[in-house]
């Protein structure tokens, strides 16, 4: 029955004509949200750390010491020679000025160094401002007015931040543009056509605008917490998926107009073949992101939920919103070639010869099958050795920005003069009755420079405190002829600043702290160690535990549900081997990559987390992609001829989609930020390993091998086996 003549020709324009509508409405109402992300995003590390750990706890409470919350900026100003009386005069006139610029608090002095040769001036900056800004301007002030001889630098967290937040900025224009390009480009090459690739990035795009839309108000509404990294990753990953699925349908479509059904009959047979694939595919992908909700990082929840409100909206897009653009384009978006044949052009005898690529490679595979799995598993086990010189403990924040970072040659100029500490300390908070037992061990600690207690009422807001004959000594705030100031205590607890003699996102500085918490944890177990340093050791410690928690959540999750829909136990678990096995092939090559090519200092902790959840979520796509084909043809053809129908018929589309997923994840590499320029390039190479390795080869040959046990123990392997019971008998009756 021609469904067409069934439905009323209102309805077939009507119904279509709505969607693109509602989509469209959609889609104006989430464009203009691209230029308003920073009114909710925060790049605020301490932020993302879980609520027990130790540097939340004393981030939470600064404000009872210091009755303001701000972040510190150190300025740097050193000179060759000894600094002469005029310029330093000139800097002291330069410290009174950045006093003046907006949400600027009290300003140190000048600080000059033992050598002569260096001052530093400490910058607080109100945290409710926009900081990136604030930096901004006091390095305007400096390039102007610093003294001729002299060279000055705004580092400390306060610069850092800056930098950081500089190198996201590419996100809301560079980031797209690059790669909604990479995608046009190779949609051009691979459909040939001017029309399709533009429907298909329409797709793409309206998906990303509302998703964006519902992640705003939710950010707005702090719900999740929205930062730089989460946004550049929602990007890519609604552009790549949207793209993917859109592919998947297009495929069903091309076969359908092929075949010489109406617009309206093929939307139909193709929403039917598309509609089970795409569920399936962006609910593994869903599932494996809300898995992130167990980590104790607020950054790793936030994903969860924003990636997979992203998902929703592109398997959503690619359903309705294509779906509706293709039925009132109809043949005419594959112009000039438009498609003549529907059927899968693979002869089930194997002596009859097969030209094109996809049926050749799907001929050669089911007569080598065993050689080429294991030849394939050897090769990826081989590049997965390299896992062993990953090193992903964490990395310094001044190595977070790629490229220039003027806070990171300031941090350089700053302890070739000071401290390196300086300008981020330790942040301890100390019982009143334990200051004693928490001075001792500061003072029994080589990576301890000097210690402060922070002190409301003194001009520069701190005291210097020693220890003398086993007692706490309050000595003078700093100005000659001061009288000696004693410490703010907030509920019977004291503010200690320890300024470290490292670099405070050095790993010496790390191992000073964590020397710190256990000398506490025996002498004064109620004294918590925050600030700069105890954030970066928070972070990465509950990073190592969020990877070793969820990843095997994670692969359990994706295991039932792929044996739900395949309704099987032995594909599942091997499509499940088979990506673990490209994603430690990935990670491996990735890290020789990253140590012997790009020269990276090391790799965050959540770095294999990320990967691990994209490649393994996403990998499993495309498998499920395949074997969702193959299930189908194999209900026809038997389990060895559906899997060669399988290969040749997703052959194309699945191609395609890697194609399109590794472009728009390798354009992450666009914005200068380590964390995501790794993301970018492991994701990239696992997609296409996963496209031309795994899926292409390792997983037919291995199905084909196996053959109808694949399905094990579902119906399709019970009628196979007793198919083969049954010839078996005829032969031996005849």
Not at 471 to 478: A, H, K, M, Q, W
């Amino acid at each position: 029955m021609n469904s067409e003549r069934s439905v009323p020709r209102w309805l077939r324009i009507g119904i279509p004509a709505l969607l693109v509508l509602v989509w469209l409405v959609g889609g104006s109402v989430g464009g203009p949200y691209f230029g308003r992300v920073d009114e909710v995003a925060t790049n605020d590390q301490s932020s993302f750390l879980p609520a027990s750990a130790d540097a939340t706890q004393v981030s939470e409470r600064l404000t009872d010491f210091t009755g303001a919350d701000e972040i510190p900026a150190v300025v740097v100003a050193a000179s060759a020679d000894p600094l002469d009386p005029s310029q330093l005069a000139a800097l002291s006139e330069l410290a009174t000025a950045i006093g003046e610029i907006a949400d600027v608090g009290e300003v140190s002095p000048p600080i000059p160094s033992e050598d002569g040769l260096a001052v530093q001036v400490f910058v607080p900056i109100d945290t409710s401002a926009e900081v990136r800004d604030v930096v901004e301007d006091i390095r305007a002030l400096i390039a102007d007015d610093v003294p001729s001889g002299v060279d000055a630098w705004v580092t400390g967290p306060a610069g850092f931040t800056a930098d950081l937040v500089k190198g996201f900025l590419g996100i809301d224009g560079l980031l797209l543009i690059v790669a909604l390009a990479a995608v046009f480009v190779i949609l051009v090459v691979v459909y040939r056509s001017p029309l399709l690739p533009i429907l298909v990035l329409l797709t793409s795009v309206f998906a990303l605008c509302v998703a964006l839309l519902t992640v705003w108000w939710l950010a707005k509404a702090e719900v999740v917490v929205l930062n730089g990294q989460v946004q550049g990753i929602l990007f890519i990953l609604v552009i790549g998926a949207a793209t993917d699925y859109a592919l998947l349908y297009t495929a069903r479509y091309r076969e359908a107009i092929g075949s010489g059904a109406t617009r309206w009959d093929a939307t139909v047979r193709a929403w039917k073949g598309a509609v089970e694939p795409i569920l399936a595919s962006g609910g593994t992908v869903i599932a494996g992101l809300l898995c992130l909700l167990l980590s104790d990082l607020a950054s790793n929840k936030a994903l969860g939920p924003i990636a997979s409100i992203g998902i929703a909206f592109s398997m959503l897009s690619a359903l309705t919103f294509l779906p509706a653009l293709l039925a009132l384009v109809g043949r005419a978006a594959f112009w000039p070639f438009v498609p003549r044949t529907g059927a899968i052009d693979f002869p089930d005898d194997p002596s009859v010869p097969v030209s094109g690529l996809w049926p050749r490679l799907a001929r050669f595979v089911a007569r080598r099958a065993r050689p080429v799995w294991i030849v394939s598993t050897v090769v990826l086990v081989a590049g997965a050795a390299g896992v062993l010189q990953l090193n992903a403990d964490g990395v310094p924040a001044s190595d977070l920005v790629l490229g220039a970072s003027e806070a990171r040659d300031g941090q350089v100029a700053l302890g070739e003069h000071f401290p390196a500490g300086s300008g981020s300390p330790a942040s301890i908070i100390v019982p009143e009755d334990r200051l004693a037992d928490a001075l001792a061990v500061l003072d029994d600690s080589p990576g301890i420079s000097s210690v402060a207690a922070v002190a409301a009422d003194s001009p520069t807001g701190q005291v210097a405190v020693t220890l003398e004959n086993g007692e706490p000594v309050f000595g003078s705030p700093g100005r000659p002829g001061a009288p000696a100031a004693g410490p703010t205590v907030s509920d019977g607890e004291v503010l200690l600043s320890a300024t470290l003699t490292d670099p405070a996102d050095s790993f010496a500085a790390e191992r000073t702290v964590r020397d710190l918490r256990d000398a506490f944890a025996e002498r004064a177990p109620d004294v918590l160690v925050g600030g700069t340093t105890a954030t970066d050791i928070d972070t990465n410690d509950t990073s190592i535990r969020d990877r070793t928690v969820i990843i095997p959540v994670i692969l359990g999750v994706i295991l039932l549900i792929l044996m739900m829909l395949l309704r099987s136990v032995l594909a599942p678990v091997l499509l499940i081997l088979s990506t673990i096995l490209s994603f430690g092939t990935a990670l491996g090559v990735s890290a020789l990559v990253f140590t012997h090519v790009f020269d990276f200092p090391g790799g965050d902790p959540a770095v294999p987390l990320y990967g691990f959840v994209f490649l393994v979520a996403l990998g499993v796509d495309y498998n499920i992609f395949l074997m969702s084909r193959v299930r189908e043809e194999t209900l026809a053809h038997g389990t060895r001829r559906g899997i060669a129908r399988g290969l040749v018929a997703t052959g194309g589309v699945i191609t395609s989609a890697g194609l399109v997923l590794a472009a728009t994840f390798a354009a992450l590499g666009v914005i200068p930020i380590l964390f995501l320029a790794q993301i970018a390039f492991i994701v990239a190479f696992g997609v296409l390993l996963d496209t031309f390795v795994v899926r292409s080869l390792l997983v037919p040959a291995l199905a084909h091998d196996i053959g109808p046990a694949i399905w094990w123990p579902s119906r399709q392997w019970r009628r196979e086996r007793e198919a083969r019971r049954a010839a078996a008998r005829r032969t031996l009756d005849a």
